[in-house]
């Protein structure tokens, strides 16, 4: 443990020291480059966790803290469901006479990093402009606890809320399931696993709202993750990375030249699978003339040996809808509720809500999206925390589709 605290302290450091600044399309206010500066740390400390301890292991859980310090508007408690710690936000005046309407928030963090307290400033300042409560679950992260730990904690908690909506002054059929980035993925993988047990029967959950979510693991050779590739933080690489380690491969980093270059998928059969995550369904005007290129570089004995060994592995969650949920049939999306999906134009993983939502669109399902042509991944992090005019215009927006959406319920 003091190995890995150690090597987290030296790259947060190391990553301040260096400065990495934003790039020239985002045009966030000066104040905010130090946090970006920050969020590079995490895939450097990653590095130096296995430098110094040969293990990755969750850097921190930012667990003590005073939900009250920010926002009177809002009152703060915790409590246990499902046997995991969720915080509830909830908004003076919320209704007590009739019930109101409530988002269960996923954190997102590459199921590897964050926590209900990392989100707080976020998710408070959500239920404040939403006027809706709303539940944040703790829940274990990888490595320490790798798939389906996260996922089982969030489907048991999201269960629990609908079964106890009516103890929280809540309407059961106004239930908004909601996530960013790992988050999303993980609202995405729960709302299909809840369908297939309502089938043929009202989905009862009202609504999702997912931002840049990460929906699956067979092609890293979209548009986005060629346009993206420039190293920085949610560039291909470190979103490979926190995919090994949610997956329990965290020390078989060396083949992620292999993954990026969709290497992992030589072998794979299944083209309806393939046909799911295709870029035949991104729109051209995202496509920017790009095509997928072939990588010369070499490939050492030792990443060819630990690939054939484990990609077998691999491929065996490329199907599984609880990891990657685009690999879900036509028959399971039509059973998903109203799907709201924001993306962001500078996000390695933006065309995955992309196809999302083509798919569900051409299925004849009711889905909207919103496109943050300003945005990079990781953007809602900034949310309450900087005056950001464009973001916060997004997010009004993005409030005035979960409200109207809800009210149909």
Known sequence: MGRRLLGFLFASWLAYRLYVPLPDYCDFPIKIKGLYSLFNAFDLAGNVF????????TPFHLTDYDPGDNLKEITTTTKTLAGRQVDIHRPIGFPKKKSGSAIIFLHGGGWTIGSRAAYAVVTRKIAKETNMMVFVPEYRLAPDHPFPAGFEDCLKVTKEIIKRARDFDINPNKIVLAGDSAGGNLA???????????QNETHPICMINVIYPFMQLANFQLPSYLQNNDGGLFSPYPVVRFLLYYLGFWNHTNIIPLITRNSHMNGFKDKDILDRMSDKWIPEKYK?????T???NEIGSDQMETYFLHATKIQEFVSNRQVAPLAASDEHLRTLPYTHVVTCEYDAIRDDGIIFY???KDLGKKVTHQHWEFGAHALLNAYGMVEYEKLDQAMGEMFNIIQKGVDQC
């Open 50 to 57: 296995e430098l110094f301890g040969g293990s990755y292991s």
């Open 188 to 198: 995405v993988a729960i709302s299909l696993k809840i369908g297939e047990e309502f």
């Open 288 to 292: 920017k003339g790009l095509v997928p």
């Open 294 to 296: 072939d990588d010369d």
């Open 358 to 360: 083509e798919r569900l």
